[in-house]
Antibody, heavy 121, light 110 residues
């Protein structure tokens, strides 16, 4: 069965960076695209971007371009999301999610358990 | 661009409830719609993709549809375990393209 396991909660100061990892299992890592989505407390889901695990190509939300890096380590079969210049508004649960491989490219069928990132001075 | 959902919906067990999602030509008008169910404290679960397709394991009580720039999720035979937040999502062609989510609808089973 498919599982996506994310790294643990983080507490960061404003201006710092955070790196969250996502390690899928139960399928061939390079066969699917992985997305990153976040959810601030009581807020809607917000898309950060995706990475094609077969070739490392990424598509990032314009809102986060210049501040977010999404990448994969094929050898470690792990995906990473790094967000820089953190602000209090970046406090959220960050999820990785797998695209099921259909026509659209954004059908997220399996999700990680979420990683709470708290930005506070 | 925004996807607009009603903030709340409710129904009694056995009833049919419909949740709407209103967008524009840059998102729902041109692209397929997904629906996610999120139980408190858990990750979202894919209920509907390609506007009207159910992943394996999702009961046929959940029905998705799309027309023009709007989409709907219908839940029939409402059950207590359906009490959750429901989000629509679509690709938006503006701003170099991104996935856009609706604001979510909290469904209460009375």
């Amino acid at each position: 069965q498919v599982h996506l396991v994310q790294s643990g909660a983080e507490v960061k100061k404003p201006g710092a960076s955070v790196k969250v990892s996502c390690k899928p299992s139960g399928y061939i890592f390079t066969s699917y695209t992985l997305h990153w989505v976040r959810q601030a407390p009581g807020q809607r889901l917000e898309w950060l971007g995706w990475v094609n695990a077969s070739n490392g190509h990424t598509k990032l939300s314009q809102k986060f371009q210049g501040r977010v890096t999404i990448a994969t380590d094929t050898f470690a079969r792990t995906a990473y999301m790094e967000l820089n210049s953190l602000k209090s508004e970046d406090t959220a649960v960050y999820y990785c999610a797998r695209d099921l491989g259909g026509y659209s490219g954004y059908d997220l069928d399996y999700w990680g358990q979420g990683t709470l990132v708290t930005v506070s001075s | 661009s925004v996807l607009t959902q009603p903030p709340s919906a409710s129904g009694t067990p056995g009833q049919r409830v419909t949740i709407s999602c209103s967008g524009s030509w840059s998102n729902i008008g041109r692209n397929t719609v997904n629906w996610y169910q999120q139980l408190p404290g858990t990750a979202p679960k894919l209920l509907i993709y390609n506007s009207d397709q159910r992943p394996s394991g999702v009961p046929d009580r959940f029905y998705g549809s799309k027309s023009g720039t709007s989409a709907s999720l219908a839940i029939s035979g409402l059950q207590s375990e359906d009490e959750a937040d429901y989000y629509c999502a679509a690709w938006d062609d503006s701003l170099n393209g991104y996935v856009i989510f609706g604001g979510g609808t909290k469904l209460t089973v009375l």
